[in-house]
């Protein structure tokens, strides 16, 4: 193999790791994170059901997604315009408002970490990491800072749960049981779940990361599927554990409280668990999720600016991102200290926008061939993904009055 051919393949192979890495560490942010506390507080080993399906939609999500955007080398909003004209711009304005909204949901679940880590006031906590995601993406060399902490923040959180989940000692036979026959179904909650790990900003995070690499085309298409599907795995796993943790907690009868203004469910389990390490444990991890998913939700929304103005150069790009983290930082200071309710409504809101998207991107995969260049789409990943938009409107109509209660307690 020539020289050249080793530095494709590794380059390849790195935008391949990054985009895995960027789609996980989105996936489980802080908003996942408390989410899984709070409704495993209140529905017990039945959540299991809800992760099962949040896994399921993902895989039918991504594979498609990732198809799509890689075949076409374009832009999720770009591929809508030319699919339904006009209904790219629905969908950037959509994915950018969710990602704001998700945005300083993670700017206040970094606060949380850092106040479970240090005991650092909240507020100081989501505004330092914010910052230091601005001074990322004002480096000359962000997109290899990008990738690079993206990775190694995915390990730290990946192996600190793992620790917890085994210290806590969950019910694993129930928790198999009810993954599959629950005892009850809330689709309010699998909604916000799903929004949560694949809905809003978070359905493109990876494809254009791919993008942005360059690993796009007919002769990529089999690294990008194995890579979507390792991407899938990594996240189903990681939210199972974590589940697993916090249903340890909950099944040994500590009360976790969802209730309050300052409330942070998760925080309590890791308490619970390991004490005062626990909690530092939980900081590490929250702090590290919710970094890498403020990175996440604004590389990724600012994406999208592009329908609007095609010919913005990158470094402009990095600008507008800085300027997208610094709005959602001053919306943070601004609001008040609810955080953990911000963070079960922005999941809730994503899962709304998810349905949007994905009907256009199945059109595409059913009667748009030649935005991929003539590449006759698999029937069985359309059959799929026109069942999981159908679930996923659904459960979106269902799930629109109980999503926004939860704005009651912002």
Same mark, same amino acid.
């Given at each position: 193999?020539?020289?050249?051919?080793?530095?494709?393949?590794?380059?390849?192979?790195?935008?391949?790791?990054?985009?895995?890495?960027?789609?996980?560490?989105?996936?489980?942010?802080?908003?996942?994170?408390?989410?899984?506390?709070?409704?495993?507080?209140?529905?017990?080993?039945?959540?299991?059901?809800?992760?099962?399906?949040?896994?399921?939609?993902?895989?039918?999500?991504?594979?498609?997604?990732?198809?799509?955007?890689?075949?076409?080398?374009?832009?999720?909003?770009? =591929? /809508?315009?030319?699919?339904? $004209?006009?209904? !790219?711009?629905? @969908?950037?304005?959509? *994915?950018?408002?969710?990602? #704001?909204? %998700?945005?300083?949901?993670?700017?206040?679940?970094?606060?949380?970490?850092?106040?479970?880590?240090?005991?650092?006031?909240?507020?100081?906590?989501?505004?330092?990491?914010?910052?230091?995601?601005?001074?990322?993406?004002?480096?000359?060399?962000?997109?290899?800072?990008?990738?690079?902490?993206?990775?190694?923040?995915?390990?730290?959180?990946?192996?600190?749960?793992?620790? =917890? /989940?085994?210290?806590?000692? $969950?019910?694993? !036979?129930?928790? @198999?049981?009810?993954? *599959?026959?629950?005892?009850? #179904?809330? %689709?309010?909650?699998?909604?916000?779940?799903?929004?949560?790990?694949?809905?809003?900003?978070?359905?493109?995070?990876?494809?254009?990361?791919?993008?942005?690499?360059?690993?796009?085309?007919i002769e990529?298409?089999?690294?990008?599927?194995?890579?979507?599907?390792?991407?899938?795995?990594?996240?189903?796993l990681m939210?199972?554990?974590?589940?697993?943790?916090?249903?340890? =907690?909950?099944?040994?009868?500590?009360?976790?409280?969802?209730?309050?203004?300052?409330?942070?469910?998760?925080?309590?389990?890791?308490?619970?668990?390991?004490?005062?390490?626990?909690?530092?444990i939980f900081?590490?991890?929250?702090?590290?999720?919710?970094?890498?998913?403020?990175?996440?939700?604004?590389?990724?929304?600012?994406?999208?600016?592009?329908?609007?103005?095609?010919?913005?150069?990158?470094?402009?790009?990095?600008?507008?991102?800085?300027?997208?983290?610094?709005?959602?930082?001053?919306?943070?200071?601004?609001?008040?200290?609810?955080?953990?309710?911000?963070?079960?409504?922005?999941?809730?809101?994503?899962?709304?926008?998810?349905?949007?998207?994905?009907?256009?991107?199945?059109?595409?995969?059913?009667?748009?061939?030649?935005?991929?260049?003539?590449?006759?789409?698999?029937?069985?990943?359309?059959?799929?993904?026109?069942?999981?938009?159908?679930?996923?409107?659904?459960?979106?109509?269902?799930?629109?009055?109980?999503?926004?209660?939860?704005?009651?307690?912002?």
């Amino acid at each position: 193999m020539t020289q050249t051919a080793k530095d494709f393949t590794k380059a390849r192979r790195s935008s391949l790791i990054a985009a895995i890495f960027m789609m996980a560490t989105s996936a489980i942010g802080p908003g996942f994170i408390t989410q899984t506390a709070t409704f495993t507080a209140k529905m017990g080993a039945a959540f299991a059901f809800g992760i099962l399906a949040s896994i399921l939609i993902d895989f039918v999500v991504q594979l498609n997604i990732w198809r799509i955007v890689t075949l076409t080398r374009m832009r999720a909003a770009d =591929v /809508a315009n030319k699919a339904i $004209p006009g209904s !790219g711009y629905l @969908l950037a304005v959509l *994915v950018i408002f969710g990602g #704001v909204v %998700f945005n300083v949901g993670n700017i206040a679940g970094a606060g949380l970490g850092l106040n479970a880590l240090m005991g650092l006031d909240p507020k100081w906590g989501g505004a330092l990491s914010a910052l230091l995601a601005i001074g990322i993406f004002m480096s000359r060399r962000a997109g290899l800072a990008v990738d690079r902490m993206i990775v190694v923040l995915g390990l730290v959180m990946i192996g600190m749960t793992l620790f =917890v /989940a085994f210290a806590s000692n $969950p019910p694993l !036979g129930q928790a @198999l049981y009810q993954t *599959v026959l629950p005892d009850t #179904v809330d %689709f309010a909650i699998i909604t916000t779940i799903v929004g949560g790990t694949v809905g809003g900003y978070i359905t493109y995070a990876g494809a254009h990361r791919l993008l942005d690499r360059g690993t796009t085309g007919i002769e990529n298409l089999q690294a990008v599927n194995k890579a979507a599907l390792s991407g899938i795995m990594v996240t189903g796993l990681m939210r199972y554990i974590l589940f697993l943790a916090i249903l340890g =907690v909950v099944a040994s009868g500590v009360a976790i409280d969802t209730s309050g203004q300052g409330a942070n469910p998760a925080a309590q389990a890791f308490q619970a668990t390991a004490g005062q390490f626990g909690l530092r444990i939980f900081g590490l991890i929250l702090w590290a999720a919710a970094i890498t998913s403020v990175i996440g939700a604004a590389y990724t929304s600012i994406s999208f600016i592009t329908v609007f103005s095609p010919d913005i150069t990158e470094r402009a790009r990095n600008h507008a991102t800085t300027v997208f983290i610094a709005v959602s930082l001053l919306i943070y200071v601004l609001m008040g200290t609810a955080p953990a309710a911000l963070l079960l409504f922005a999941g809730g809101f994503n899962g709304l926008i998810l349905p949007i998207g994905l009907s256009i991107f199945i059109y595409v995969g059913w009667r748009r061939s030649d935005l991929m260049g003539g590449y006759h789409y698999p029937r069985w990943l359309l059959v799929l993904g026109a069942l999981t938009c159908l679930l996923t409107w659904y459960m979106a109509i269902k799930s629109i009055g109980p999503i926004f209660a939860f704005l009651k307690i912002v």
